[in-house]
C-alpha cells in the first residue's frame, strides 16, 4: 500500500473516532515453510497462509472476518493470540505490541484477549468437569479459588444460560450448543475485552447457531465485549457484525460498514459471494443473478505479485497481474469502505 493510501485510510479513520484501537494489525504475514519431492530432487517453499493482512478493531464492536476455507481466516485469529507466531508485520493490543511474545510474556495479555474455538467437541478435555473447565482460567490467573472461584463458575454458567446442577457433568454429557456455552463461559471467566470467535457456529445446526450468536449480541450489550468474529457464511454474520472484511488468499479484498458491504458489494468476489446467498423468498431468489467463478482457488504455496484474485476475476485487466491494488476508499452511504480493486477503486 502506497504511503498516499496509508496516510488517506489514516485520516478516515480519525475522522470515525478519535479513540485508539483495542486491537490492531499491521501488515500481518504468516508463512509455513513445507518440503515436498523426493530426496535427490526436493522443493521446498512457503505456504502464505496470511499475506499482509491490516485492521482494527474498537471497543464494542463486531468486526467479521469472512471467506472461503482456506483463506487464511483462522490462522489471522491465531497469529493474534500467539497460538501461531508471525512471520512478519505488528499486532498492538491496547497500545501494547504483543506480536511473536512467548507464553509467559503473553500471560498477562491473555486477561484481555480470549479465544472461542471451532469445535465444541474437541476444545474441552473430556476428562475435566464442567465447573473445573470454566474455573481453571481462574487458577491459572489467581483470580479466585476455593469458594469464591465456584460462585464465580456458577455465575458464568447462568450468565451464558447452562444450569448450575451441571456443573459436575463432563463434556460427552452435552450437546454442541451446550459445549459452545461452556467454551464461552470459559473465555469469559478472565473477563477479557476482546474475544477471538473462530467459526463459533459452523460445527452446530442452523436453529441453535441464532441461539448463540443472540447469546454472544446479549453479551456484548451487557459487558462491553469486542469481538473478531470468523465464519465462511455471509449470512450468519450480517446481524452480528458492525463491520466486514472480506478475505481472499490471505488479503483482503474488502472491508466496511456491515450494512455497507451487504448493500453495496464493491469488490467481484463480495459480489460473488453474496450471490450465493439463499434467499427465504423464492420469488426474489428466481429473479436474483448468481455469479459463477471460473478457475480453482490457486494455492498458497505461489507468491502473487498482484492482485491474488485476478485468476478468477471478470473484471481483470493486465496491470492485476502485475500490481497489487491497495485498500482504496469507496462512497458508499456515507460509511467508511475500502477495496482492493484497481477496476471498482477509483
Known amino acids: 500500500m502506497s504511503d498516499s493510501t496509508q496516510t488517506e485510510g489514516t485520516r ?10 483495542l486491537l490492531s494489525v499491521q501488515d ?11 530426496f535427490l530432487n526436493p522443493h521446498h517453499g512457503v505456504i502464505r497462509a ?13 468486526l467479521a472476518l469472512v471467506g472461503e476455507s482456506g483463506c487464511g481466516k483462522s490462522t489471522t485469529a491465531r497469529a493474534i493470540i500467539n497460538l501461531v507466531h508471525p512471520t512478519s508485520g505488528r499486532v498492538r493490543l491496547c497500545g501494547t505490541d504483543i506480536t511473536g511474545l512467548g507464553d509467559r510474556a503473553m500471560m498477562p495479555h491473555r486477561r484481555v484477549v480470549q479465544m472461542v474455538f471451532q469445535d465444541p467437541f474437541a476444545s474441552l478435555n473430556p476428562r475435566m468437569t464442567v465447573g473445573n473447565i470454566i474455573g481453571e482460567p481462574l487458577v491459572v490467573h489467581r483470580l479466585a479459588s476455593g469458594k469464591d472461584r465456584k460462585l464465580e463458575v456458577l455465575r458464568l454458567m447462568d450468565l451464558v444460560g447452562l444450569n448450575p446442577r451441571f456443573l ?10 451446550q459445549r459452545q456455552r ?3 463461559a470459559r473465555a469469559l471467566a478472565v473477563q477479557p475485552k476482546l474475544i477471538l470467535c473462530d467459526e463459533p457456529v459452523s460445527a452446530l445446526d442452523v436453529s441453535i447457531q ?15 465485549l469486542s469481538y473478531l468474529f470468523i465464519a465462511h457464511d455471509l449470512s450468519v454474520v ?11 488468499l490471505g488479503r483482503l479484498a474488502e472491508i466496511g460498514e456491515a450494512e455497507s458491504v451487504y448493500s453495496h458489494p464493491t469488490h467481484p468476489y463480495t459480489e460473488a459471494l453474496l450471490s ?17 467463478l471460473v478457475g480453482e482457488v490457486p494455492t498458497p504455496d505461489r507468491e502473487h505479485v498482484g492482485c491474488s484474485f485476478a485468476d478468477r476475476c471478470p473484471l481483470v485487466v493486465d496491470r492485476c497481474r502485475v500490481d497489487r491494488p491497495p485498500q482504496e476508499q469507496v462512497v458508499q452511504t456515507s460509511q467508511l469502505h475500502t477495496v482492493a480493486c484497481w477496476e471498482r477503486g477509483k
Open 12 to 21: 478516515a479513520a480519525d475522522s470515525v473516532t478519535a479513540d485508539p484501537p
Open 238 to 248: 450480517r446481524h452480528i457484525a458492525t463491520r466486514v472484511g472480506v478475505m481472499y
Open 210 to 224: 441464532a441461539q448463540i450468536i443472540n447469546l454472544m449480541m446479549d453479551l456484548q450489550q451487557q459487558l462491553g
Open 50 to 62: 496470511v499475506d499482509g493482512l491490516s485492521f482494527d478493531i474498537r471497543e464494542g464492536e463486531t
Open 276 to 292: 450465493a446467498v439463499p434467499v427465504p423468498d423464492p420469488v426474489l431468489a428466481a429473479t436474483r443473478q448468481r455469479i459463477r
Open 168 to 177: 459436575n457433568r463432563y463434556p460427552h454429557e452435552f450437546s454442541g450448543g
Open 28 to 38: 500481518l504475514h504468516v508463512q509455513f515453510p513445507f518440503s515436498r519431492g523426493s
Open 182 to 184: 461452556i467454551g464461552i
